[in-house]
């Protein structure tokens, strides 16, 4: 098999593979958060705190719909994983082939559905009428540019699932500049306002999904394709979609959480808006880290599944939290010392009130950020040993809990507890995570090792 530009994760160290894989991926997340983060600051600081609250009240709707297409992505690449550790040759190379079929229909379909639905959905999450048409405009650009974020993350995602966690990471970071350079021309020179910081980021994503599928098309001749391989077979497009679906509506189940917590910050007004928008920018740059590290661990578990070998699944995920959780520590530092110079990067200094709320909101958040890694964690291993419709119960558990927190704690208690729902929900979902992990490991020796052997 060849192997000049994938990496195998079936044997070595384990803590060391980790540390390997998860280094240029959280690069290349830092950068990916760059595009928002950039978005964010420009508009805040450049058009003001409305402008900065129009962007952020499209924060749920965006992580709800995008967030259903990239978690189809991460699920047609396990197959892959799996073919490439059980060292199937032709197997790989048909899913990679279905993985572009499966995307292009769902690129497709949802991004003429949502850029029409656009306005209603705004509507419905109570978004205020002083931002709803910078809203509007802002979340149309990129919902009718799906077909872009799924080529990035499935030619991405099939990448990483032959060890190469670089490649994406160098057309990210190329992209970023690209973005940086567009935000400022577009709304500082050519006055496009919100619109300009979505034409940036869609421009930006375009250049790094078409770098990297061909990278992929030209440097891996693992996926050189032979006779046959091109026919369609609805076999592989139905198993593609058994890994991808779930996983996308993970993603979705706990958007709707997040939907419906935006939507009781929204009726709390513009200054909690713009707080939640600040704060939970700066939250997510922390948070690029256990991202990084759960799309190792679905890599990771992924390929050793294919391997069967479950021991080195469970070795690679705890050396995953050792890390994770010195991170942990280190970052709620940080927070507590930086928090508020770091949101005022978003609001001019003069908005203390929506500063102060801001870094509220970051340290409630800050100090749960362990039960967060393992949220992410035990989660994408799960998936990358195939089980993708079972993690899609801890999406509702994180639901119900932010559903709880925005419908009796918020009206009672409001902005106070509007900074809890994140954390009750990654709470939840590990109530839930720890318990079925350990039975699926329990279930699949049962399977697997049926004589107590093991691969090593």
């Not at 803590?15 to 928002?36: D, E, H, K, N």
Request: positive net charge.
């Amino acid at each position: 098999m060849a192997r000049s530009t994938v990496k195998d994760l079936t044997a070595g160290s384990p803590m060391r593979l980790v540390l390997q894989f998860t280094a240029p991926l959280l690069f290349g997340i830092v950068f990916q958060q760059l595009y928002s983060f950039v978005d964010t600051a420009i508009v805040g600081r450049y058009l003001g705190s409305e402008a900065l609250a129009a962007v952020g009240s499209t924060g749920s709707l965006n992580f709800l719909i995008l967030g259903f297409c990239m978690g189809i992505c991460s699920g047609c690449a396990i197959p892959v994983a799996q073919a490439f550790g059980a060292k199937d040759e032709e197997d790989l190379r048909r899913c990679a082939v279905h993985c572009v079929y499966v995307g292009a229909a769902i690129a497709a379909v949802m991004a003429v559905a949502f850029s029409l639905l656009c306005p209603a959905l705004l509507r419905l999450t109570n978004t205020p009428e002083d931002i709803m048409e910078d809203a509007v405009g802002y979340l149309q650009l990129i919902f009718m540019a799906i077909p872009v974020t799924v080529l990035y993350n499935m030619s991405s995602g099939v990448m990483r699932s032959l060890g190469d966690s670089k490649t994406p990471v160098y057309f990210l970071a190329l992209a970023s500049l690209v973005n940086i350079a567009l935000d400022l021309a577009l709304i500082l020179w050519c006055r496009m306002g919100v619109q300009g910081a979505a034409v940036a980021t869609v421009v930006s994503q375009l250049f790094a999904g078409a770098g990297c599928l061909l990278v992929l098309m030209r440097r891996f001749p693992i996926l050189r394709l032979r006779p046959g391989d091109r026919a369609f077979r609805p076999a592989y497009a139905v198993r593609l979609m058994n890994m991808g679906i779930p996983m996308g509506l993970q993603y979705s189940i706990t958007a709707v959480g997040s939907v419906v917590v935006q939507t009781a910050v929204n009726g709390l007004g513009t200054v909690a808006v713009a707080a939640v928008a600040a704060g939970g920018k700066v939250s997510q740059l922390f948070s690029c880290v256990y991202d990084a590290l759960a799309t190792t661990i679905a890599t990771f578990a992924g390929q050793n599944m294919g391997a069967k070998k479950l021991n080195r699944i469970h070795q690679g995920l705890k050396s995953a939290s050792i890390i994770g959780m010195i991170y942990s520590v280190a970052a709620l530092v940080v927070i507590l010392l930086l928090g508020r110079a770091m949101v005022s990067l978003f609001v001019d200094a003069a908005d203390d009130q929506v500063i102060e709320r801001a870094y509220q909101f970051m340290v409630v958040n800050g100090v749960m950020y362990i039960p967060l890694l393992f949220v992410n964690l035990v989660r994408f291993a799960i998936q990358g040993m195939g089980f993708t419709r079972v993690a899609v119960f801890a999406g509702v558990a994180e639901m119900i809990a932010r559903t709880l927190v925005a419908m009796c704690l918020v009206p009672v208690f409001g902005f106070d507890a509007a900074c809890w729902a994140n954390p009750a929900a990654w709470i939840f979902a590990d109530a839930f995570l720890f318990p079925c992990y350990f039975h699926i490991m329990k279930k699949l020796r049962h399977r697997l090792y049926p004589a107590g052997e093991q691969i090593a």
